[in-house]
């Protein structure tokens, strides 16, 4: 099953930086699921501190901003730390969870066909139905844009 704007999002069930996290517990809740490529990279990191910098008015709108990406829970801890980000990051090692959402994609890295995250942010609702995806994300205003959509659904 994969994500499609107006069913149930996929459930799943990951080890985050704040111990097991499912989409089930989240419920009664707005997620805003963001997917990225790779902790400490530029674009990553700055679009995770965006999310943190707007962190206190996801919170205010009902919602909560969870980061998914496939590295290691020691990289997770050490960019949250680096970073102060004040929301979990799930530790999508096997893809799991990307594989739900469809963010895998080929990309083009230095001329090489990699297989990568395709860089998204998913908005689900408190009864958990997928409201709003974002993929292909380009960095600058996104979290902003996600706000706004977060707001007009809290």
């Known amino acids: ?3 499609i704007i107006g ?3 996929p459930q ?3 080890e985050s930086t704040i111990g097991p996290i499912s989409l089930e517990q989240c419920l009664g809740r707005t997620v805003v699921l963001y997917f990225y490529p790779k902790d400490n990279t530029p674009g990553c990191t700055t679009e995770s501190q965006d999310f943190r910098d707007l962190h ?4 205010a709108s009902g919602a909560i901003v969870i980061g998914v990406s496939r590295d290691s829970l020691k990289s997770h801890e050490n960019f949250k730390t680096k970073h102060e980000l004040p929301f979990p990051l799930i530790a999508d090692t096997d893809e799991a969870v990307c594989n739900l959402f ?3 994609k080929q990309k083009n890295m230095y001329g090489k066909q990699v297989r990568g ?3 998204s942010t998913f908005l689900i609702d408190a009864q958990g139905v997928l409201v709003q995806a974002w993929r292909g994300v380009k960095v600058p205003g996104h979290a902003k844009e996600v706000l706004q959509a977060a707001q007009s659904i809290g």
Request: glycine fraction near 6%.
């Open 1 to 3: 099953m994969t994500a």
């Open 7 to 9: 069913k149930p999002a």
């Open 12 to 14: 799943f069930s990951a």
């Open 56 to 59: 206190a008015d996801f919170l």
């Open 102 to 104: 469809g963010v895998m």
């Open 117 to 119: 995250i395709e860089r």
